[in-house]
């Protein structure tokens, strides 16, 4: 987004036993405009990473427990590619030295330059684009706000009202339109952005685990219960807590759910005591809970709960006007994520795109562009690069041929239809039929509107 710079919006995990560094650490960063999160010793960094998105860490080389390496290693497996800078004593550089060449992106001897540290953080997070914060965010806030489709402006001008305010949101739309992102996009233009956004998965969440991931629990509440552990409602205290899928929970997590966005308090299983949990509720669903709760499949007054604000998602078929400004940021996000040069896209190619019904929406278009992107060739994307399930359906207008024309491009394109029909539909071997490239019978369908599809041998 214009305007913001990298370090606002960077959440930085600082790891020292002592507690001076970490005050002055904390003091110096946070004027800098960074979000701060500290832990004292590797453990506390590890609860913290496994509950929160951090951008970079910053760690001391040797403390009591747990030292820097094995801190970053264990860091590495729940987050690869996170950024970590060592802090280091003048006495054991060569350790440090040795943790820069097992993936560290740098360090520092102590005592340190505040101004070095930051000037240090601000590159890493600037030079490598694939470390940069909310580049996700980045790429749907571009979409929204130069979105050509009334629809998507539309929705936009719900997002901004909506993030205001702490109102619970229902999001519903097709798999694949972007409800988690647009989740995402709420919590980044409210007022709790810089506390934790924690993601529910309550479709691939086994029912018997779900309610100890929502509440946590504590040990001995049941067999294998041998610590206590925070669930996820406790970790989005002060930010935002999305229940993606919620359509699918049970009926006693309904209960349980009803009840906590009735009196925002929670109780961990095997616990006596509740707790109060400050966090705003976003939901998503692709399923049709009105149906649901005709069928009793799902409560009505948990879903009014919910649904205090409802935000519909446009399906992309729906919005096609928007398909070359998404293309073209998934290209440019590839890119920037991958290191690589920006693919072309060709006219052609991005009237194939515009043209494709897209039953899986933007993540199939995502997902299209990036498969094309690895296996074009010259850096330049074409419509058979992306190997989709169907080619754009154009219309079949072979009646209105007459087979008498002694037009030539009548006669071109009855030739094709000929050999499409011999090939059972494949472009491939039609091609082969008529002695020309694939390039060239794929131009060819599409100037004359051949529905190449409808001729395919099912």
């Not at 966005?261 to 109060?276: V, Y």
């Not at 072979?398 to 071109?412: A, C, I, K, M, W």
Request: aromatic share 6%.
């Amino acid at each position: 987004m214009a305007g913001l710079s990298t370090e606002t919006m960077s959440s930085i995990l600082i790891v020292d036993d002592d507690q001076n560094v970490l005050q002055v650490l904390e003091a110096r960063l946070q004027s800098s405009g960074f979000t701060i999160y500290k832990a004292e010793n590797g453990q506390d960094a590890l609860r913290l990473l496994k509950d929160i998105k951090i951008d970079l860490m910053i760690s001391d080389m040797k403390m009591p427990g747990m030292s820097g390496m094995e801190v970053m290693t264990k860091a590495r497996s729940l987050h690869p590619g996170l950024p970590i800078i060592f802090l280091t004593a003048y006495g054991t550089i060569p350790d440090a030295v040795k943790a820069v060449k097992a993936g560290a992106i740098d360090y520092l001897a102590k005592p340190f330059d505040g101004r070095e540290l930051v000037y240090k953080l601000k590159k890493v997070l600037e030079e490598n684009p694939r470390l940069s914060p909310h580049k996700d965010e980045d790429t749907l806030l571009i979409d929204m706000e130069s979105a050509v489709s009334p629809k998507m402006k539309e929705l936009y001008e719900l997002v901004r009202k909506v993030a205001l305010s702490d109102v619970n949101v229902l999001i519903l739309g097709e798999s694949g339109v972007g409800k988690e992102r647009i989740a995402r996009l709420i919590h980044r233009l409210s007022a709790r952005v810089k506390q934790p956004f924690v993601v529910v998965d309550c479709g691939s969440t086994p029912a018997g685990l779900l309610e100890s991931e929502l509440f946590g629990h504590v040990r001995g509440a049941f067999t294998h219960a041998v610590t206590d552990k925070r669930g996820l409602i406790d970790t989005a205290d002060k930010g935002t807590l999305f229940l993606d899928e919620i359509g699918n929970i049970s009926t006693e997590m309904q209960v349980r759910l009803l009840r906590f966005l009735e009196d925002r308090k929670i109780r961990r299983i095997g616990d006596l005591k509740e707790n109060a949990v400050d966090c705003r509720v976003l939901a998503a669903t692709n399923s049709d809970l009105i149906d649901d709760i005709k069928n009793g499949r799902f409560r009505e007054d948990l879903y009014y709960r919910l649904r205090v604000v409802t935000l519909q998602i446009p399906r992309l078929r729906d919005r096609k006007e928007d398909i070359p400004l998404l293309a073209d940021l998934f290209v440019k996000s590839y890119a920037r994520q991958n290191g690589t040069r920006l693919a072309k896209l060709p006219p052609e190619t991005v009237e194939y795109l515009v043209s494709y019904p897209w039953p899986g929406n933007v993540r199939e278009l995502k997902n299209a562009i990036e498969a094309g992107i690895v296996l074009c060739h010259g850096n330049v994307l074409r419509p058979e690069d992306m190997h989709l399930s169907g080619l754009p359906t154009f219309k079949l207008a072979e009646e209105s041929v007459g087979e008498n024309s002694f037009s030539l491009e009548d006669t071109e394109r009855n030739a094709i239809v000929r050999a499409l029909k011999q090939s059972g539909g494949v472009q491939k071997e039609a091609a082969k039929l008529l002695g020309i490239s694939r390039r060239a019978i794929h131009y060819k369908i599409k100037k004359y509107e051949i529905d190449s599809a409808a001729l395919r041998v099912r």
